[in-house]
């Protein structure tokens, strides 16, 4: 198998997880381009020296202060001209995320996929808004779109669905999406603390940003329910279709009451198909600690696929972090190399 061409677009804490991936896994590919809206931009067609590149940016350098170039070198091009002009194989977009405009991942990838290139992305705004119709364009260039990042981090939701339920049908995801929530709620249980307190220390352990609303209110688990019923159930909703509710009004009072009564409290994304319509929504849910959601505490995820040949299969695992979210990024990259 030839060699193949890789460029990335954003390169921040994801971005250097692949970085350390690939360093320390060698696959069959040939990092040629990155472009980072805050650390700049490089080409080296005779490819360029991972180790030596991270290096660099461990020690908050940029990505044109490398010197190793080639004397055919480019530096100094927005993404948009580096996607165009790096004659890649391969496009790993994985800057930050706009879920109202899905801007400017979009535009990247529509512009690596009209250059015949396959995309690999975990930004979840391209992926909630326009999933049909960016698979078409990929289809139409004859590529690949992968978005295994976009749901659970390198959790492999998307690979399970596509290669291990082959041949069995899928009518119904549902699970903890979101880790921050996961954690407040598991702290309010087991250690009697009140909302408040529980937040704070999310975001004194960096699960949750300094605005939390994001997370508490619903709005990330949203976007990847819409991922969900788009890409896995075959839908083509949009996140207003879906009602939303975070668990921003769950008391301790509430939270111990549920306890009380051998339930405990979730904040669920769902979606099922029912006579060829989609139904999905995000909300708080009292489980019966029989479920096996039930049981996932902390910053897990965890996602119940429900179908109709396994009946309900659940998996579990990380849905943040540096190299987790990295290895989204390679495990689609390898994906890529396995369809070539």
């Not at 997880?17 to 040939?30: C, H, S």
């Not at 996929?113 to 990929?138: C, D, I, R």
């Not at 929504?281 to 696929?305: D, Q």
Request: proline share 4%; charged share 25%.
């Amino acid at each position: 198998m030839n060699e193949k061409k890789l460029v990335m677009i954003g390169c921040g804490t994801v971005g250097q997880g692949l970085l350390e991936i690939i360093k320390d896994k060698t696959p069959n590919i040939k990092l040629i381009a990155i472009s980072d809206k805050l650390k700049g931009s490089l080409i080296d067609p005779k490819g360029i020296d991972i180790p030596y590149m991270l290096g660099i940016l461990d020690n908050d350098g940029k990505v044109d202060d490398y010197d190793k170039a080639s004397d055919k070198a480019i530096t100094g091009l927005d993404a948009i001209e580096t996607i165009k002009k790096s004659n890649g194989d391969i496009m790993a977009e994985m800057t930050y995320t706009d879920i109202e405009t899905g801007e400017p991942a979009t535009s990247h990838i529509k512009a690596a996929l009209k250059q015949g290139m396959h995309v690999t992305t975990s930004n979840k705004g391209p992926a909630a808004l326009y999933y049909t119709k960016l698979q078409k364009l990929a289809s139409d260039n004859g590529v690949k779109l992968f978005i295994e990042g976009t749901v659970m981090s390198g959790t492999p939701i998307f690979n399970l669905a596509r290669e291990c339920f082959a041949g069995s049908k899928i009518t119904e995801v549902s699970g903890i999406l979101n880790g921050t929530t996961n954690y407040i709620l598991s702290k309010m249980e087991n250690e009697g603390w009140d909302y408040k307190d529980a937040l704070k220390k999310a975001q004194e352990l960096g699960y949750a940003e300094a605005d939390p609303t994001a997370d508490v209110e619903g709005h990330d688990a949203l976007a990847k329910v819409v991922i969900l019923s788009n890409c896995i159930l075959g839908g083509n909703i949009k996140p207003e279709d879906v009602p939303c509710e975070g668990i921003n009004n769950i008391t301790l009072e509430d939270v111990k009451e549920a306890a009380e009564n051998g339930m405990r409290y979730k904040l669920l994304g769902s979606t099922k198909i029912e006579e060829n319509k989609i139904t999905a929504s995000v909300k708080p849910v009292k489980l019966e600690l029989s479920n096996p959601l039930a049981g996932v505490g902390g910053a897990t995820n965890a996602l119940t696929f429900k179908t109709d040949l396994l009946g309900e299969v659940t998996i579990q695992g990380p849905g943040a972090g540096k190299i987790e979210t990295g290895y989204s990024i390679f495990v689609d990259i390898i994906s890529i190399l396995n369809h070539e």
